[in-house]
């Protein structure tokens, strides 16, 4: 099977034939890396950001953006599914690599970090990612310079002209649109930690409400996680797995069992006093739905807080 991130480069490349439709646009940088902007100085939009999703998922899962209600007000919701989803979400899609350059911060994501052996996400795989190819999704307010992606290519262990990265801001629609479709990634984040076998997990579909731009990103990194702890939603399908032990998996997936639950997310890490004292737990969703292939029983847990979710989106 091909590598990851030239199955991410194949997902660019449909993008790359009419980028204007996308409202992005592509630069090929002096150093020949190339940087995809869909929303720092590009309009970007809904589009851009369900672009964003499928080459951060390898093309392995599809996103859509539908009409929802939130609070009887119509809203957008943007659902994701996959029949990979350890490889779509997990190893690709999960945002793992924190960028701190000269000029140049924000989170990384996509198959790109498992070629960066210092975030260990291969471990979650027995085949290491082996490619001349690095594509990488980035949450950030800037774009990157020829400088910067030297380094991060350099990283990746791949030539600069072998680098192509997806920019959008955090505050921005593409930005809220390829978060909110990291739904299932959540649910099998919080398996992982709970040292359940993900490779168990064969179907995923989610479902999250897009936190509109802001036009900070600090404000907008914490609407999206308050979207994701108040009103994610996911389905997962599972087999080989008994139900005694799966019930009990089931229970603890929400975000609320968290001891950490019940603040707005900015709220919470001021609290914790740090991102990494927070309860690696509260990052998961709402609720759940697992099926039990083998068996058919079907199991359930959380809910939807939609008065926390309301204050946090509306307000």
Known sequence: MSAFNEMACRELQKILENPERL??????????????????????????GLAMAGVGM???????????????????????????????TL??????????????RGMGSGPACLLNKALDVSKLTHDAEVSAQAVLILEASTLPDSVACVQLAATCGVAPDHLAIMVAPTS???????????????????????????TRVVSGIGRCPAAMPTGDDLTAMGKTNDAVLFGCQVWLAVCEVADDELADVVAHIP???????????????????????????????????VTNLSTGKVFYSGGVDAARLIKALKG
């Open 91 to 104: 190893l690709c899609q999960a945002a793992n690599w924190p960028v701190n350059l000269p000029g140049l």
């Open 172 to 198: 921005s629609l593409a930005g809220s649109v390829q978060i909110a479709a990291r739904s299932v990634e959540t649910a099998l984040h919080k398996l992982h930690q709970m040292a359940f076998d993900v």
């Open 23 to 48: 409202g992005v646009s592509a630069h090929t940088m002096e150093c020949g890396s190339l940087v995809v902007d869909c929303g720092v100085i590009a309009p970007g939009g809904l589009d851009a």
């Open 58 to 88: 390898a093309g392995l899962g599809s996103s859509q953006v539908v009409m929802g209600s939130l609070d009887g007000v119509p809203w957008p919701y943007v659902e994701t599914l996959t029949d990979r989803p350890l490889q779509a």
């Open 255 to 289: 975000s609320s069992t968290s001891p950490n639950y019940g603040e707005s997310f900015l709220q919470t890490l001021k609290s914790a006093g740090g991102f990494y004292n927070i309860d690696p737990g509260l990052f998961a969703p709402a609720e759940v739905t």
